[in-house]
């Protein structure tokens, strides 16, 4: 204890140990002594040492801190002792109390010592289980262990981040114990446990996920809503680090953050007074960082799917609404204004809703103005900011990119008939823009120009109309005019800024306005000055500041070539092809062309859409211009080596396509024809069934009439009621059924019709039939001219007729069946005629009541019967009718059939042909074969043996088909 007291005392008498012996006895002590209350001194008088003696308490006492954690957890004042020792050891925190002079000595001992943290940190996490050890402790509530158990883990996350974090990852539970730091209700610890977690989630996606998971989006909010939003301290900055952490580049939280509607809280942070003064520098941080945090959600290298749906989100919620009353209010710093132009100009970047509403949106002025042309002013405007002028010009691109809507507003603006003398338009701003003397604002009016026509061949042509007054009593000539004219005087304007970067912008504009717009190659090879001042331009020796402009003139002069339809005699393709080979010649051309890709400014402006240049000189290209160059550059360097022939074949390839395309076309508007024809067939098949159904229920209900009225008739001949009753019952029934001699009468002439109809369908039909078999005879005849030999090539037709044939004697059988019911339906005809007949005689009265009582039984029973036959007539009818559709059918597959015989007529006509010419062959074959037969028989009839002659065999083959035949 004595030794102790010297230690943390004041002197005692004698030499004083030196610093290393001194931590070496506290180590000692440490690791040998018993009681509690002595190595807690010892550990105690260690961290007072820790900053002196940093090198020595950390090669010695490292291992014995560690056992210490393990074996003292009881008591938490000795591990707080611990942790701070092990935190002064890892941290590279400058010690607040610095002398105010300290000697080279000391500086040098200082830099010597700066990789001592690192080296701990290694030591400390060589054993993985030193970290575990330290994550178990984050679970004790005592402050004095849980606040340096997180100061220690963050100083581990810096030294070592990725190491830590692995380690992290594979330990049970070590994300959930961090993210219970948020919960401490002491702010100490949860602002610290902040800083742990931006460190913990740098540059680590699985942690982020795990870290998203844990409710951390919602504890993140809560936290910054108590702390006053963008009013907030330090501990708002903090949280916003954090959800940048968990946002950037993680496609999967900023699905889960848009998913879980945290987007809609975001909208209260933009909430402005409009007493706008007093901007603290926390306010400016916090803002500024809310912003970023937007840009993550919906910045363009994020998946397309990812990015439309949280536009969608910012404008359904009112966010995007927000954001713009910032940018049009007063007051605003200026860094604040240019993150939030660029925060608005992703918002609305491709999403056609919310580009809608960016143009709908007016200044704040009298008389109010669009806030496009707001912005375009202070664009054009060089005394503004240069970083504030590159925001408006990222903004109108992104008001642009995919709006063809918007691109035909702003090319309005600049056509004679829309300009109003009285306001100022976006397209005036832009023209003006473009002939200023300040380089940077032509430059930036003419990329801006171009996004106006980029992928829009209507809005090119549209600006051909454009027509400028250069000065009085001058005629006005063409934009597209005046930008050459620009660009031939060069150097011999006074300007502003770079030397290149306004004949840079025109020839991007030009380059951009003429791709892909062959009226617009013509109107430019109309002027006799263009091509030769390019040509000029391409082959001159100049400084490397002018090989871009070479580069970009012969890319200009390239799409003339590639563009161009030949409607100018003196610059057709081939000749403005001839004039590079002899002016400038291909090589030098396409080296010349390839300096644009190999220049330093292209690759960075290819990165990203949004222009980051740190000074004015370096604004040389777009990203959407980059992007049009990789296209054009292997299109145009193939034109150039291509010869005239080539050309010729890729023209007629191109005019095949073109035909193929309108065949493709055809064929899809008669299937679409055919849809509607075959939606209209479904109509009517519904309306028919529905008719069908409702003469169903028809049919039912006269037949449940007709039994009650035979109940009653029967009840009466029961009762035996006079005869007169029995007529009157019997004439009622006879009007409820609707059986009257009236009725009898319309009914038997609507049956004259529909056999006289059946007739004539008849009729057609045997027409029709008629045609088919003289077609078939046709086909017959033909076919049986050829020789034998053609016969067994006309084996498949033969099949095919005997097929057709069989159709046509079914069709046959058919009709004849149709004409025996047509003869059944007019015999029932007359048999209702004589029932109608029948009837009024019944209905004239017998005095006979025997005579009228059969009378009325021969009439219920005949009733009765007509019913079932007049029902079985419609059956007929409907059967007939399905017949006639399916003899239709029948009838147009014969008609293919007869077309497709009749193109393998011509083809079995070619095979007679050759089968003729064989058979020619084969009879000089065979009549040399009859003569060596003949010689061959005669010499037998010399040597006495008998031969059968042919006339003999031929005789006697006739004899025996004849007998097959009668035997058949």
Known sequence: MNFLRGVMGGQSAGPQPSGAETVQKLCDRVASSTLLDDRRDAVRALKALSKKYRLEVGSQAMEHLVNVLQTDRSDSEIIGYALDTLYNLISNDVEEEEPANESEEENAQKQSTDDLAGQFTEIYIKHQENLSLLLSLLEEFDFHVRWPAVKLLTALLKNQGPQVQQIILVSPMGVSRMMDLLADSREVIRNDGLLLLQQLTKASAAIQKIVAFENAFERLLDIITEEGNSDGGIVVEDCLLLLLNLLKNNSSNQNFFKEGSYIQRMKPWFEVAE?????????????????????????????????????????????????????????????ILTETINTVSEVIRGSQVNQDYFASVNAPSNPPRPAIVVLLMSMVNER????LRCAVLYCFQCFLYKNQKGQAEIVATLLPATIDANSISAGQLLCGGLFSTDSLSNWCAAVALAHALQDNSIQKEQLLRVQLATSLGNPPVSLLQQCTNILSQGDKIDRRGSKVQTRV?????????????????????????????????????????EQLVQGLCALLLGICIYYNENSLENYTKEKLKQLIEKRIGKEIFIEKLAYICKHELYSRAGQKPQPSFSSPEQMLFDHEFTKLVKELEVLITKAIQKSSEDEKKEE???KSLEQHDSIVNQYKELIREQDMQLNELKKQVTAMTNQNEQSQTTITQQ???????????????????????????????????????KADVEEIGRLREEIEEMKKQHEVLEGQLA??????????????TGSRDGEVCLDNAGEQTTELRKELETLRTRVQTQAAEIGQLQAKKQELEDLSATK??????????????????QLESRLSALEDENQKLKGQVKVLTEDKSSLNQQLASTNSTVAILQTDKSKLQKEVMESKKEQDDLLVLLADQDQKIFGLKNKLKELGEPVEDEDDMESADQDDEDDEDELN
């Open 275 to 335: 007493d706008n003064s007093g901007w603290s520098a926390q306010k400016v941080t916090n803002l500024h960082l809310m912003l970023q945090l937007v840009r993550v959600l919906v910045s363009p290298v994020n998946p397309p799917g990812a990015t439309s749906s949280c536009q969608k989100s910012a404008f359904q919620c009112g966010l995007l609404q927000q954001l713009c009353t910032i940018l049009m209010a007063t007051g605003v710093p200026a860094d």
């Open 384 to 387: 503004q900011p240069f970083v």
């Open 505 to 545: 912008g025109l020839l991007m504009l030009l380059s951009t306005w003429m791709t892909n717009c062959p009226i617009a190659v013509t109107h430019f090879l109309h002027n006799q000055t263009n091509v030769p001042f390019l040509t000029a331009q391409i082959s001159e020796n100049l400084g490397e500041e």
């Open 652 to 654: 007629e390839v191109k």
């Open 703 to 741: 037949a449940s009439q007709i039994q009650q009225l035979r109940d009653q008739y029967n009840l009466l001949k029961i009762q035996g009621k006079p005869l007169d009753s029995q007529h009157h019952i019997h004439n009622e029934a006879a009007q409820i059924n609707g059986i009257q001699p």
């Open 771 to 784: 045609e088919k078999d003289s077609v078939i005879d046709k086909l017959r005849t033909n076919q049986t």
């Open 840 to 857: 009024a005689e019944a209905a004239s009265g017998d005095n006979d009541s025997a005579s009228a009582l059969t009378r009325i039984t």
